[in-house]
């Protein structure tokens, strides 16, 4: 695991680094990177089922 530098200013409000979550033997969550800046607006994507909610439950 290697680690982040950030300024105070730009310390992230959300941080992931290879997160992989499984139902069972679904694997649903791959190896997720995510930085969310304070300040910022992240807006989250993609088809049903595609484990938007998982994510978020993990966060
Ligand atoms: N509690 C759970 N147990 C088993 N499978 C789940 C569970 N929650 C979600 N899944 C499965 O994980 C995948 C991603 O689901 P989900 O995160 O709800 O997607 P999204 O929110 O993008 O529609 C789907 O295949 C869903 O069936
Ligand atoms: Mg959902």
Avoid: N, Q, W, Y
């Avoid at 300024?7 to 997720?32: D, N, Q, Y």
Wanted: charged share 15%; hydrophobic share 40%.
């Amino acid at each position: 695991m290697s680690a982040s530098i950030h300024t105070a200013a730009e310390t992230p409000k959300v941080e992931i680094s290879g997160l992989h979550k499984f139902f069972g033997e679904l694997h649903v969550l791959r190896g997720i990177d995510l930085i969310v800046p304070p300040g910022s607006v992240t807006v989250l994507i993609g088809p049903s089922g595609s484990g938007k909610s998982t994510l978020l439950r993990c966060i």
